[in-house]
């Protein structure tokens, strides 16, 4: 056993969630998992199983709005990674991303054993440089890194999408469970339907029959009470982190595009209805583990920019997209209960 593994997953909050059953292999072979999230994952990383401890830092190459490098605070993080001194590091990246700027810190910091995925020669920053196939889905792409760095999930361990229980009550926020959880924002502009299209969705589930609420970040919450208007509970800016978790498992399925709460949602072993923008690939980042419904036209031109604003006028990846083929694949993921 590993007296402490430092896990490295600084990105967005679905970025972290697919990266939990490689989380839960580490701390399977560890005393202690210290997970390192970036300021956008912190809050999914405190809902993983296997996690003890959550340091928070923004990386500067990979944050979208990057903080200016100053010596200083570079020294002050060396220092803070030296400071509980762990054995091992695992640096999980995406596929564009770089492991070697982590590591080359946390070689200053004295971690005397790191592995990651790279593709750049590593020199000694590397003690295991993973190479992989990267049309397979993140979890796996995760997994298999944990596996070579020899690191097991347990023999029961399924390797789906999890967080950490119990989660809070929201029974007063949705009524009884078995609603259509309707998740309209995105992360990036690309990733989005129109607001107008999933308002006439809400209508169309509650026409035929179905109790609708709508979530959403503080942020969003025009865009929510525009979304849920007459038909829908508004939920936007009601919820923490676990208590969205908490309202997304009482679902019945979950409408979404492919953002976070879409993996949150498989994370709760809720089905999904994907609104998947092709800007990144459906077969690395579609939701995991559950039954679902990709909507979206995977060949448009848009495919694999890795664009956060459509490059294509007229978004044709989603537009194609109706109110009623929503209700329709809502149908085909699963029974919702009126």
Not at 140 to 156: D, I, K, T, V, W
Not at 279 to 295: C, D, F, H, S, T
Request: glycine letters at 8%; aromatic letters at 4%.
């Amino acid at each position: 056993m590993t007296a402490t593994t430092l896990v490295c997953r600084l990105d967005n909050a679905g970025d972290v969630l697919l990266a939990g059953p490689a989380v839960r292999a580490v701390a399977a072979g560890s005393d202690e998992v210290v997970l390192l999230a970036g300021p956008r994952g912190r809050a999914a990383a405190e809902l993983l199983p296997g996690v003890d401890e959550v340091l928070e830092w923004c990386a500067p190459w990979i944050d979208p709005e990057p903080p200016p490098v100053h010596r200083a605070e570079m020294t002050e993080f060396v220092e803070r990674i030296g400071a509980f001194a762990p054995e091992r590091a695992v640096v999980f990246t995406s596929f564009h991303q770089s492991a070697l700027p982590l590591a080359l810190l946390l070689r200053m910091a004295g971690v005397g054993w790191i592995g990651a995925i790279s593709v750049d020669y590593p020199g000694s920053l590397l003690d295991l440089r993973h190479r992989v196939d990267e049309d397979q889905p993140e979890p796996e792409r995760a997994l298999g890194l944990a596996r070579a760095c020899g690191f097991e999930l347990p023999r029961a361990d399924d390797g789906r999408l999890a967080v950490r229980g119990p989660l809070p009550e929201v029974s007063a926020l949705t009524g009884p469970a078995g609603y259509v959880a309707v998740h309209p924002g995105a992360s990036v502009p690309a990733r989005e339907w129109t607001p107008a299209r999933y308002a006439a969705a809400v209508r169309e589930l509650a026409l035929t029959g179905h109790r609708v609420v709508v979530t959403g970040q503080p942020h969003e919450k025009e865009l929510t009470e525009f979304v849920a208007g007459d038909s829908a509970v508004d939920l936007g800016g009601r919820t923490t982190l676990p208590e969205l978790a908490a309202v997304l498992e009482r679902a019945s399925a979950v409408v979404a595009p492919n953002t976070g709460p879409a993996h949150l949602a498989a994370a709760v072993g809720t089905p999904v209805v994907s609104l998947f923008a092709p800007v990144v690939p459906a077969v690395r980042w579609a939701p995991y583990g559950v039954p679902a419904v990709l909507l979206g036209d995977q060949r448009a031109p848009c495919r694999d920019t890795r664009a956060r604003s459509c490059p294509v006028p007229g978004h044709p990846c989603l537009s194609g997209v109706s109110p009623v083929d929503v209700v329709e694949a809502v149908a085909e993921v699963g029974e919702v209960v009126p």
